[in-house]
């Protein structure tokens, strides 16, 4: 495996490498772009930053399984694919990430909120206090097949709040960590299985 930096190489210079995992690594990068897009939308169009959410879930998504279908029948991957798909089921923000795709996906619910900013005004000895809610676009529950999946308050053994940042919604943050799980993931695995 090359080392790369997902925001910034180009797909056509990855491609270069005849990289065996190439295709997971272009899902990855369409991750990518869904992310970057949810960064440009900001507190604009809540259409378009849900458009790019639920087109992150679905990039995010095929990097797994087109991990899995360039690996099935390489000797070491069967280690090392019991060992992601157990991370993928127990880990609560992966986990999280493929039941908000299969919602997104399978049904019409909604897997993000728009911000409600709920301004309150209140007099003061000086004039008036404006107040509002810290600037999020929360993640909502998914129910899949009757199980409701909660948002993830943990990644990797580490509660959210140590990946959080002031000011960043909570689908950015989860995205962020989802793109280096992943990337760590196809790391590991060009290593072991093709290195």
């Not at 190489?9 to 897009?37: F, G, Q, T, V």
Request: proline letters at 6%; aromatic letters at 12%.
């Amino acid at each position: 495996m090359i080392n790369f930096n997902i925001h910034t190489d180009k797909i056509e210079s990855i491609e270069e490498h005849k990289l065996p995992l190439i295709e997971a690594i272009k899902e990855l990068k369409s991750a990518d772009r869904a992310y970057e897009r949810m960064i440009r939308v900001g507190v604009g169009s809540f259409f378009e930053y849900e458009a790019a959410w639920r087109d992150f879930l679905h990039a995010i998504d095929r990097v797994w399984n087109k991990t899995a279908a360039r690996c099935k029948n390489e000797v070491k991957w069967p280690k090392l694919k019991s060992k992601y798909e157990g991370l993928r089921k127990n880990d609560p923000l992966l986990k999280y990430i493929i039941q908000a795709r299969n919602v997104s996906e399978h049904t019409i619910s909604p897997v993000v909120k728009d911000w409600n900013a709920n301004l309150r005004a209140r007099p003061t000895k000086n004039g008036i206090q404006f107040d509002w809610n810290h600037w999020d676009r929360p993640l909502l529950p998914v129910t899949n097949r009757g199980t409701t999946f909660l948002p993830p308050k943990k990644h990797l053994g580490k509660p959210m709040n140590f990946y959080m940042r002031s000011g960043q919604e909570e689908p950015k943050i989860v995205a962020e960590c989802a793109m280096y799980f992943y990337l760590e993931m196809l790391n590991e695995v060009g290593k072991e299985v093709f290195g």
